[in-house]
C-alpha cells in the first residue's frame, strides 16, 4: 500500500523520540511527508502552521492525558474537523484497558477518528486513513 493524495502530509506526535523517527522512516518510506513534534503544545503549533492532511497523537506524552487533550484543540478547530485525528497509545499493554474509538459516541468523547496500537502497523495506518476518506 502506498500513500493518496488525500493524505500526503502527516503530523506525527509523540514524546519517544526513538519511536518518532521509526514511525517517521516507515510513513516516508510510504510515500508521506511527515512533520514531528515531541509534545502537545509543539504538535499544536506545527498543526495551525502546516494544515495537515491527517494527525497521528500518542496519548502519553508530558502529561497522561495530553494527547486526549491535542486531540480535542485539533478537532475543535475548523481544519481539524475535516481531517482524520488517530491516536497512538501503548496504554493498552501497560493498563490492560482496551481503548477504542469505534462508535460515534466513542469517537466524540475521545475527539479522534481511531486508535492505533504500538508498535504501529504501517498497512493498519493506511488502512484507516483510506477508511476515513470513503466515509
Known amino acids: 500500500m502506498e500513500v493518496t493524495e488525500h493524505f500526503r502530509k502527516i503530523l506525527l506526535v509523540d514524546d ?38 491527517a494527525a497521528i497523537v500518542d496519548l502519553m506524552m508530558e502529561e497522561p492525558d495530553a494527547g486526549f487533550i491535542l486531540c480535542h484543540r485539533i478537532k ?31 469517537r466524540e468523547w475521545i475527539k479522534s477518528d481511531g486508535i492505533l496500537n504500538k508498535p504501529v502497523s504501517i498497512e493498519e495506518l493506511i488502512s484507516k486513513l483510506e477508511n476515513f476518506r470513503n466515509k
Open 16 to 53: 519517544d523520540i526513538d519511536l518518532l523517527e521509526q514511525n517517521k522512516i516507515l510513513l516516508v518510506s510510504k510515500g508521506f511527508e511527515v512533520r514531528t513534534a515531541e509534545s502537545g503544545e509543539e504538535g499544536f503549533k506545527l498543526f495551525k502552521d502546516i494544515s495537515p492532511d
Open 76 to 106: 475543535k478547530t475548523e481544519h481539524g474537523k475535516k481531517i482524520p485525528v488517530f491516536i497512538l497509545t501503548s496504554a493498552t499493554y501497560e493498563t490492560g484497558f482496551k481503548f477504542s474509538a469505534t462508535t460515534p459516541e466513542e
